[in-house]
């Protein structure tokens, strides 16, 4: 069975300050690895995505994440903050040949100006 | 274009009914998933398609039926509403099996009273 956790479940940030979201999962198997943000009242979005190779990845938004297999983490990270990063983020993973996304329970990122 | 549509955004039912949420994608995506968001935002998956065909059934209770007439639409189908059923179902889609990128769409939140 995989679970994913996300330690925190609000981060409070002011604006154009750096920002660390903390994932960290538990699987028997490999796993792909994922963050979405969900603004108010919207559907997921991607943020980034981990299938294998370089261990540091860049996704939209100026967001960039880390694999560590052996702490077995992807931690989210952003070096300045915008008052539109204010949203709901999500950790997940898919095992290697499911069909499904197993979620943590979400970061609530609010910006302050 | 929406790349995934679901109707209705909101529905608001008495217990006891019957209801139906549609999702459409235009992705031309194989794979079509069925996922409920709960109260504190936690996320898990009902069920996912391949090409019409149930692949993944996640212990839903059987009141709950997924229906594909094409693999462009995923409709979902729920007998005797209860109060617990009230939550943001969202329907998503990928390329082929394994959810190497899902997109969601807006959700639907249904409210049972």
């Known amino acids: 069975a995989q679970s994913v956790t996300q330690l925190d479940s609000q981060v409070p940030v002011f604006e154009e300050a750096p920002v660390e979201l903390r994932c960290n999962y538990s699987?028997?198997?490999?796993?792909?690895l994922f963050w979405y943000v969900q603004y108010p009242n919207q559907g997921l979005q991607l943020l980034l995505k981990?299938?294998?190779?370089?261990?540091l990845v860049k996704g939209i938004n100026g967001f960039e994440a880390e694999f560590n297999k052996s702490q077995t983490s992807f931690h989210l990270r952003k070096p300045s903050v915008h008052i539109s990063d204010t949203a709901e983020y999500f950790c997940?993973?898919?095992?290697?040949?499911?069909?499904?996304?197993?979620f943590g329970t979400g970061t609530r990122l609010q910006v302050f100006p | 274009d929406t790349a995934v549509s679901q109707t209705p955004k909101y529905l608001v039912t008495q217990m006891g009914n019957d209801k139906s949420i549609k999702c459409e994608q235009n992705?031309?995506?194989?794979?079509m998933y069925w996922y409920k968001q709960d109260s504190k935002k936690f996320l898990k998956i009902m069920f996912s398609?391949?090409?019409?065909?149930?692949?993944i059934n996640e212990t839903v209770p059987n009141r709950f039926s997924p229906k594909s007439p094409d693999k462009a639409h995923l409709n979902l189908h729920i007998n005797s509403l209860e109060l617990g059923d009230s939550a943001v179902y969202f329907c998503?889609?990928?390329?082929?099996?394994?959810?190497?990128?899902?997109?969601f769409g807006q959700g639907t939140r249904l409210t049972v009273v």
């Open positions: 998503a889609s990928s390329q082929r099996q394994g959810a190497t990128e899902a997109f």
């Open positions: 699987s028997s198997v490999s796993v792909y």
């Open positions: 981990y299938l294998s190779g370089s261990t």
């Open positions: 997940a993973v898919s095992p290697h040949n499911t069909d499904k996304l197993i």
């Open positions: 992705l031309g995506h194989d794979t």
């Open positions: 398609y391949n090409n019409k065909e149930l692949i």
